[in-house]
């Protein structure tokens, strides 16, 4: 199966700033079938990103996916404090379905 | 708007049996494929079953095949999982969760909605 190592395993940043979140596969993901997830606590996943890099509906564009192959990443241009969650990436491309460990996005 | 509400989690011993529901709105159930996906402490999410929007196809990660049991009530749009022979590293949250056909109809990935999940423990 496919293995999804995320990194950082924290980010501690301020509103406003830029968040870079790593997603790497141990093997190619092939047809970019990528997704990135954010969870708070007490409610759903929400689904962020598509296929690597199409947002799902309803996602602000400050939200962005990029990356192919075995490398991928999540940018969140400006943080809003909404923003602040774990985000996780999952890979749907190999069965069976595989997740990464998550990225918590924490206020510095 | 959609809802995925699951509910039948709790406590029980090794070796015991518990039924999962996931009770479904807002959406036309019978469409879509269904999965259930947990979360267990300290550990990745994992991708536990899948249901094909009719029922007729099922899959299940290996780490569940032989114990666990998908199924649906397109009729009642509640989405199903029977969990047998529980061990203890069976404890997790249960997440259903809602195919989004984003590539392609016949897909079963990515999800677009997921429940809150319920909690399952396997203790003596």
């Known amino acids: 199966e496919i293995v999804l190592t995320q990194s950082p395993g924290t980010l501690s940043l301020s509103p406003g700033e830029r968040a870079t979140l790593s997603c790497r596969a141990s093997q190619s993901v092939r047809r970019n079938y990528l997704a990135w997830y954010q969870q708070k606590p007490g409610q759903a996943p929400r689904p962020l990103i598509y296929?690597?890099?199409s947002r799902a509906p309803g996602v602000p564009d400050r939200f962005s996916g990029s990356g192919s192959g075995t490398d991928f990443t999540l940018t969140v241009i400006s943080l809003e404090p909404e923003d602040f969650a774990l985000y996780y990436c999952q890979q749907y491309a190999s069965p069976p379905a595989t997740f990464g460990q998550g990225t918590k996005v924490e206020v510095k | 708007e959609v809802q995925l509400l699951e509910s039948g989690g709790g406590l029980t011993q090794p070796g015991g049996s518990l039924r999962l529901s996931c009770a479904a709105s807002?959406?036309?159930?019978?469409?879509?494929?269904m999965s259930w996906v947990r979360h267990a402490p300290g550990k990745k999410l994992e991708w536990v079953s899948t249901?094909?929007?009719?029922?007729?196809?099922?899959f299940y990660a290996d780490s569940v095949t032989g114990r666990f049991t998908i199924s649906r009530d397109n009729s009642g749009n509640t989405l199903y999982l029977h969990l047998n022979s529980l061990r203890a590293e069976d404890t997790a949250i249960y997440y259903c969760a809602k195919s989004s056909r984003f590539h392609n109809p016949g897909d079963y990935f990515p999800f677009d909605y997921w429940g809150l999940g319920t909690l399952v423990t396997v203790s003596s």
């Open positions: 296929g690597a890099s």
């Open positions: 807002g959406f036309t159930f019978s469409s879509y494929g």
């Open positions: 249901i094909s929007d009719s029922g007729a196809k099922t």
